[in-house]
């Protein structure tokens, strides 16, 4: 999962999920969001973990795309971190198209394996 994550899944469901769930995923993906299935996070998180680099790194954050990665950390797709930071959506979708620059990462799985790896996210699933 790891490595699919890192080609750039946008989303993680176990194959006996509901069609509503499905179509819920595609819709997500199509507009530039996710949806992983809590047990497809611990595990994706658990395998970061235990791959995590010792010397964090800072990648050029500011502020704001630390609290938005902490959000995308727990799961939450941009419309939710725009609701939790009083943000517009447009500008929560920037702010995350800026932290997928700044990692180098082609989705927001990507990005959260990538900046747990160096220290920036811890895992909130509790796997």
């Not at 176990?14 to 996710?34: D, F, N, Q, Y």
């Not at 447009?90 to 959260?112: D, M, N, Y």
Request: net charge positive.
């Amino acid at each position: 999962m790891l490595r699919a994550s890192m080609a750039g899944v946008s989303g993680f469901l176990p194959k006996e999920s509901p069609i509503w769930e499905v179509l819920t995923a595609i819709r997500m993906a199509k507009s530039g969001g996710m949806l992983i299935h809590p047990a497809a996070l611990a595990a994706v998180l658990a395998e970061a973990r235990n791959e995590a680099s010792p010397a964090p790194q800072g990648f050029g954050l500011t502020q704001r795309e630390r609290e938005v990665l902490d959000l995308m950390g727990s799961g939450l797709d941009p419309q939710t971190i725009a609701r939790a930071l009083n943000l517009s959506v447009h500008t929560s979708r920037g702010h995350v198209k800026s932290i997928l620059s700044k990692l180098g990462a082609h989705s927001q799985l990507e990005a959260v394996v990538i900046a747990m790896k160096a220290g920036l996210v811890k895992d909130t699933t509790g796997a």
